[in-house]
């Protein structure tokens, strides 16, 4: 028997994956290091303070985050030097868009619908319905565009911009 219902599952790699806690603790204290960059010893010695982890441990950590083009790292002596290769902001939209994407392609009417609530918790009124009738015009294009970023059209035809 076919099960239409599916496990909605974001990215488990990439730059539109979650991250994980420790993978976030790298992240915040390489974007606090901002232009400076760190070596692989100075984030262990502060993640330390909160709990015991192994240099190894944080180095397969930076190295995983290289991999998925969130640090970029240089050679420094024997060691490497990592630095954040995206802001929070932009980590943050791209696993943002990443997730929804994927909630949009298996669920769009869910989506539409969790969107056009109100904080009240009431259906949508008035207004809202300009709002909801473009959120459902815009994932209908999203479903159809093909995959790689390209922003869906406007009602007019044209690229969106910067959507």
């Avoid at 915040?28 to 692989?40: F, I, K």
């Avoid at 192994?54 to 970029?72: Q, S």
């Avoid at 994407?101 to 769009?108: H, K, R, T, Y």
């Amino acid at each position: 028997m076919n099960n239409p219902i599916r496990r909605a599952r974001p990215e488990k790699t990439g730059v539109r994956a979650p991250l994980g806690a420790l993978e976030l603790a790298v992240m915040q204290h390489l974007w606090a290091c901002a232009h400076h960059g760190c070596l692989g010893a100075d984030v262990q010695q502060t993640l330390e303070r909160v709990r015991p982890l192994a240099l190894t441990t944080i180095l397969t950590t930076l190295d995983r985050l290289c991999k998925k083009g969130i640090l970029r790292r240089e050679r420094e002596g024997k060691a490497y030097r990592y630095w954040a290769a995206v802001s929070e902001e932009q980590l943050q939209q791209r696993i943002v868009e990443g997730v929804l994407s994927n909630l949009i392609a298996q669920f769009p009417r869910a989506v539409a619908a969790y969107f056009a609530r109100r904080e009240d918790g009431g259906e949508a009124a008035g207004g809202d319905q300009e709002t909801l009738a473009d959120l459902s015009r815009r994932i209908e294009a999203m479903q159809s565009a093909p995959p790689g970023g390209i922003s869906p059209r406007n009602e007019n035809g044209a690229r969106g911009e910067g959507s």
